[in-house]
């Protein structure tokens, strides 16, 4: 973690994770009103450098320490593609726009995607910094999404993390997405709050 990174946290409770990721079609809503309580519970903070500067637009690039999606999750090469695909959409609304040129690029962009034997509170405590703590439901996995801003030096100057229950085989290809969506949105949200302008 980049020296000197303040530690300010955005602690927020989902109760309908979906909701977030606008509209995501009538299949996805549907759903939405069958997924147990259990699956709408998620917690997010962020961390950013005191220095952090958001400019309006931006070129970004991925990261060379992308973490990438973990363990068993990470077995499904369409997981990771998705996460990549939203992390892309949600910054070019954003007007950031990913470049191969790392010369080029004011951000680079990490991320890591796992499920709790993969990724427990300690390990994100211990490695990134953030402490979030969702507690667990019987029957559920708790899933962890880091995403991590770093300068063109490589520095972090901002990260966030999300824990949201997941249901084994209990959510369609449908929902499984719109939450992945979701979750983008709600911590890249956060990062650019502090978009100057």
């Known amino acids: 973690m980049a020296k000197g990174l303040q530690q300010s946290f955005l602690v927020v409770l989902l109760m309908a994770m979906v909701a977030a990721c606008g509209d995501t079609g009538t299949a996805a809503k549907d759903d ?6 259990e699956l709408r519970k998620s917690v997010a903070v962020s961390i950013q450098s005191p220095e952090l500067s958001v400019p ?4 970004v690039t991925w990261s060379d320490r992308t973490g990438g999606v973990l363990g068993e999750v990470g077995k499904n090469p369409e997981i990771e593609g998705l996460l990549r695909e ?4 949600n910054m070019d ?19 890591v995607l796992a499920l709790e034997k993969d990724l427990n509170d300690a390990d994100l405590e211990k490695y990134f910094g953030l402490s979030l703590g969702l507690a ?6 708790k899933g962890t999404l880091v995403i991590d801003i770093q300068n063109k030096e ?3 100057v901002w990260r ?3 824990q949201a229950n997941v249901g084994k085989g209990q959510q369609s290809e449908e929902l499984r997405n719109a939450r992945l969506n979701g979750a983008v ?5 956060s990062f650019f709050r502090h978009k100057a302008g």
Do not use: C, W
């Open 136 to 141: 667990g439901d019987k029957g559920f996995d």
């Open 160 to 162: 966030g993390a999300l």
């Open 32 to 37: 939405a009103n069958a997924v147990p309580d």
């Open 154 to 156: 490589g520095q972090s």
């Open 185 to 189: 949105q709600t911590l890249l949200d």
């Open 86 to 89: 939203s992390i892309v959409k």
């Open 93 to 111: 609304q954003q007007a950031y726009h990913f470049t191969e040129h790392h010369e080029q690029a004011f951000f680079k962009i990490s991320y």
């Open 56 to 59: 309006a637009r931006a070129m």
